[in-house]
């Protein structure tokens, strides 16, 4: 469902990509960032005539014949075993190649005139020193951006050069990225020891190149740049997260990833009655989690699990978040803080993403308090009690993210069984392929692209009987243009039936925005592309499809099975939204310095109570180290993505079907949740629109561009649930529910002697750290090949 994680050392090569342009959605008439993009920002037209440029540009073709010095080039950075060797005395756009005057400012006539004796610097340099901020030309003062393009030929030859050398880089990339996407492929659709290998080379092949491409673009004097397009080519091109890192300070860092992932994926647990039974394992646990009703079983799997892992992670995470942050100031960021929020352009990302919540939360808080009370139904007011936060063990999963696995307890409508069309498509006798054909259609009923030959020649839809195929479904782009493939060993089910949709509309993302350079195909934001598939599921999912589809025959339009629809969901993504916030939020205030190591645990517990309503089963210590049991903290990975795409997909649905006729505010006929966008040209242009440009802007202007809104607006999310936040409501006040929550007592203390008190008994075996092997290492994907599983929020 999300796209894919990488572990061990190769997060680094993610972080790589993660990376896209400078941070901008500044507030109107702010100066503090000197951003180019934002001439892009205020010109649609001028948006249009730059992906015209890429469509029709001879670069993009392969058929320009190459500069020699810049071939030349090439060729050493391809034969060169460290790019870095790379003489630049041979590149013409070396740094100072030019004498930077100020009659650049007289040129651009910016500022007025009164900074023109300030000196110029790397526009990423200037958090260094706020008092020099409005030194920059802004978007804001006017200038018309094509104008002094066009009429200035020394810049315009020098945007010329760096197009050309830019293009000779792009076409390099996307080859080298062919290379690697077509080893990983090959492994994962016949995994043995050959191709794991080969598949593990070829990676740390593309991560070479992406060095080398790094350290050259490094020598380009960005400040001669005026062409925004080439700005924000160099901008992605010249952060690479850790892989900045000095050689020895770079094993390290790969090092103590691979020493915390290793302990949390050969954690193992022993059985609470029977303490023989040991090596259980995080998949045996999860399925514990989410089907045991038993308190005191879960409690031991929860404490246990927390203990095998976050405890023994902590003292490796105390270094790497030094060392984390030693890289990003080598980006030039402040702190890891400031390089992850940098792929999402917000300048108050942090206020911006609790105020989304602040916008859910009253809906959210209906649902937990009918949660609690289901839940003292089931284990008795003396463990809940009617005011308190909810405990995190017994809510169906390891980390509370997702309660959808305790509905058998909670649901509203017992009996109103949920939509599954699964016994029809075995009736009328589906087969995968027609699956990945209704679903072509789907998207070919809006105006959207049909699968090229080879999706049809070469995707997976199936197991190969004899071969060892990794079967988590993921969409994959070759980066040559025409080869996109799906992989997935698909069912005749109705929950497959949606993920196929979900695959392809990752599809139609590649399609739409191939012909950009390669550095600009990617999401709008690390939350856009699952965003777009999901609102694609949303679409899907609904009884209206289904009968449009003809699987459904009878109408089950009635509220129970309404209410139940949407509480399902609800388990799902809402609760995941105050989870995966408190999740980067720590680590924020972690990188930041804000927060220190003496209270680590504690403030987690503080931002889980705060944003969930959710507390720990027994009273936590600094000795633990909970938000260490999950994975994408040893592994180093950014969370608020997801947090992001999951509201996106909701504002981005919403207006899919408002341009389809298909949801009116207000209007109890049309609700949101039951909209179906199937054959809207109007909301397949909005699609196309979303996805076209796709990280070439920033993502407000591409969501300005494709619905008209340019902020994250939760709204949506209360909109598309308001009937089930209807009706909690009326069953709280019915039940005469307390909503929200009360902190009843410790949750962490910093001391071990107050802590943990309630820990006890247990039988604890051995589990054996093994040292990473190539398995382990090849098991992961990267972000590059836009592989995307389900579930790899989990
Ligand atoms: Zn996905």
Redesign the pocket.
């Known amino acids: 469902?999300?796209?894919s994680e990488c572990s061990l050392f190769f997060v680094l090569l993610k972080l790589i990509l993660i990376i896209s342009a400078e941070r901008v959605n500044l507030p109107d008439d702010d100066l503090y960032y000197f951003d180019p993009n934002k001439y892009v920002s205020s010109n649609n037209q001028y948006v249009q005539e730059v992906l015209r440029k890429y469509n029709q540009d001879p670069h993009y073709t392969n058929n320009n014949p190459l500069s020699a010095i810049n071939q030349d080039l090439l060729n050493k950075l391809a034969s060169t075993p460290d790019p870095r060797l790379i003489d630049s005395s041979n590149y013409p756009n070396q740094r100072n190649s030019r004498p930077r005057t100020n009659e650049r400012v007289d040129v651009l006539n910016v500022g007025q005139g009164r900074h023109q004796n300030q000196n110029y610097g790397p526009p990423y340099n200037i958090d260094q020193n706020r008092n020099q901020y409005d030194v920059y030309p802004s978007a804001s003062r006017g200038d018309p951006p094509r104008q002094y393009f066009e009429n200035d030929p020394q810049y315009s030859l020098r945007d010329d050069e760096l197009f050309k050398l830019l293009a000779q880089l792009d076409i390099r990339a996307s080859q080298q990225c062919n290379i690697n996407v077509r080893a990983q492929w090959d492994f994962e659709t016949n995994v043995n020891d050959a191709n794991q290998i080969r598949a593990l080379e070829q990676q740390l092949a593309y991560s070479e190149f992406q060095r080398g491409v790094h350290n050259i673009v490094d020598k380009i004097d960005k400040w001669d740049i005026r062409d925004p397009a080439l700005w924000r080519q160099l901008r992605y091109l010249s952060v690479v997260g850790p892989s900045v890192l000095p050689q020895d300070q770079l094993n390290r860092y790969n090092r103590l990833i691979n020493d915390m992932l290793a302990i949390y994926n050969t954690a193992t647990v022993c059985d609470l009655e029977d303490p023989l039974k040991c090596g259980l394992r995080l998949e045996d646990l999860n399925v514990i989690m989410a089907r045991s009703r038993d308190w005191d079983e879960l409690q031991h799997v929860w404490i246990e699990w927390h203990r095998r892992t976050g405890q023994k992670i902590k003292e490796l995470f105390v270094q790497l978040v030094d060392l984390s942050n030693y890289a990003a100031q080598l980006n030039n960021f402040t702190d890891t803080s400031e390089y992850w929020m940098f792929p999402f352009e917000i300048y108050d990302f942090r206020n911006e993403m609790e105020r989304a919540w602040d916008q859910i939360k009253p809906l959210y808080e209906q649902l937990h308090a009918y949660i609690r009370r289901k839940l003292r139904d089931l284990y008795g007011p003396e463990k809940i009690s009617r005011e308190a936060p909810l405990p995190a063990h017994i809510l169906g999963n390891m980390w509370g993210q997702s309660w959808e696995n305790i509905l058998d307890i909670t649901i509203p409508y017992p009996g109103k069984n949920f939509l599954d069309v699964t016994p029809e498509m075995l009736k009328q006798r589906y087969t995968p392929e027609a699956m990945y054909r209704i679903a072509e259609e789907f998207f070919v009923s809006m105006n959207m692209s049909a699968m090229p030959p080879d999706f049809w020649s070469k995707s997976i839809f199936d197991e190969i009987p004899g071969r060892p195929v990794i079967c988590q479904p993921s969409?994959w782009d070759f980066c040559n243009g025409n080869d996109y493939r799906i992989k997935m060993c698909t069912h005749i089910t109705m929950k497959d039936f949606i993920t196929v949709h979900?695959?392809m509309a990752?599809i139609q993302y590649f399609l739409a925005y191939k012909r950009l350079p390669k550095v600009f195909r990617d999401g709008a934001n690390p939350g856009f592309?699952?965003a777009i598939?999901?609102a694609i599921s949303l679409a899907v999912s609904n009884p209206k499809h289904m009968q449009t589809l003809g699987l459904v025959l009878t109408s089950i339009d009635d509220l129970p099975h309404n209410i139940n629809f949407l509480f399902h969901l609800a388990m799902d993504k809402l609760t995941f939204l105050p989870f995966s916030l408190a999740l980067d939020i720590w680590r924020w205030d972690i990188f930041s310095g804000y927060t220190r190591k003496e209270r680590y645990n504690c403030h987690w517990w503080d931002l889980r109570e705060r944003l969930s309503g959710v507390k720990p089963p027994v009273l936590r210590s600094e000795i633990d180290f909970d938000p260490g049991s999950k994975y994408h903290v040893p592994a180093n990975l950014p969370y608020i993505g997801y947090y992001m795409g999951t509201i996106l997909e909701f504002q981005i649905f919403r207006a899919l079907c408002k341009a389809a006729g298909q949801y009116v505010e207000n209007d109890s006929r049309k609700p949101l949740h039951k909209c179906d966008i199937y054959r809207s040209k109007e909301a397949g242009a909005i699609l196309t629109r979303l996805m076209e440009t796709g990280s070439s802007l920033p993502w407000q202007e591409t969501l300005k561009l494709g619905i008209g809104e340019s902020k994250l607006d939760a709204s949506a999310v209360r909109e598309y649930f308001r009937p089930l936040e209807e009706w909690l409501r009326n069953e709280n006040l019915r039940t005469g529910e307390f909503v929200g929550w009360v902190y009843d007592g410790d949750y962490c203390k910093y001391s071990i002697e107050t802590a943990n008190l309630q820990v006890s008994g247990g039988y604890y075996n051995d589990a054996t750290v093994f040292s990473i092997s190539l398995s382990l290492i090849i098991s992961s994907c990267l972000s590059t090949i836009f592989i995307?599983?389900?579930l790899s929020r989990s």
């Open positions: 469902m999300y796209r969409a979900h695959e990752h592309h699952e598939s999901e995307h599983l389900k």
